[in-house]
């Protein structure tokens, strides 16, 4: 670290209190979102306007930090005690940045859409996180959240998402009427998942444009909504007794779920015989 570079004490700092405000439930909808550690400001460097950076990182982290600088990201040296003040994990890497998040409607992703990830009345930010990533790798084309869902910038969504909420466009608060008219206008059929569901999903044909809908963690679908979609599939459960042990599973959480249903269709697009 260049020695004439002045390091931020202070919590005070006009730039480390509007960070701070990132990690409570106080923002607002045009707040940024903090990635924190190198692994996360490296998937988010196209999106970041500030780096807080740690002594310590500096050389650790030097052709990172030099990365971010020459996409004019403002870099700012802080010790490490504000470094944990703005963390949201207790033992902080060393860099945390703040970076934006573009908003997205329906009707910019419905239109090109050949895959789309739609969870209703998501509520646990762990579970957006995971999502967020399995899309990604499942080659989903968007995620919709939607209304009353969690915020994707919370901190824990974030970390979860490992990067990816900055990989694929993310529709949040959409309501669900707005989900299933936009489907139809757009011409993608709407499948959904349900621990009743009538089939299993690897019987329903995933290739078309397609939006798989799932329910939240604690109420699943909505009343009427099954009969609005095309298809309701299930994930079987293949749980069977065991000595001494009583009891299985009814269902999925809703993140393995996701995660099931989307390598599903990515399996039926990669080998469509």
Known sequence: MDPRRPVVTSTGNAAVKAARRLTGRRRGSGD????????AVREALDH?????????????QARLVLR???????????SDAVLGSIAGTVTPQGLIGVATLA??????VLPVAGLVLAVAGLADPGNAGTILRTADAAGADAVVLTAGSVDVRNPKAVRASAGSLFHLPVVVGAAVDELVDGCRRHGLRLVAADARGDVAHTEVDLRPPTALLFGGEASGLVEGLRERCDAVVRVPMHSRPRPG????????????AVAVVAFEAARQRRDPS
């Open 32 to 39: 940024g979102v903090l990635v924190e550690g190198p692994q």
């Open 48 to 60: 970041l306007e500030r780096l807080f950076v740690a002594p310590r990182a500096f050389d650790a």
């Open 68 to 78: 971010a600088q020459g996409r004019g990201v403002e870099v700012i040296a802080v």
């Open 103 to 108: 908003g997205h409607a329906l009707d910019d």
């Open 245 to 256: 042990f009583t009891g299985r599973p009814e269902s999925l959480n809703v993140a393995a």
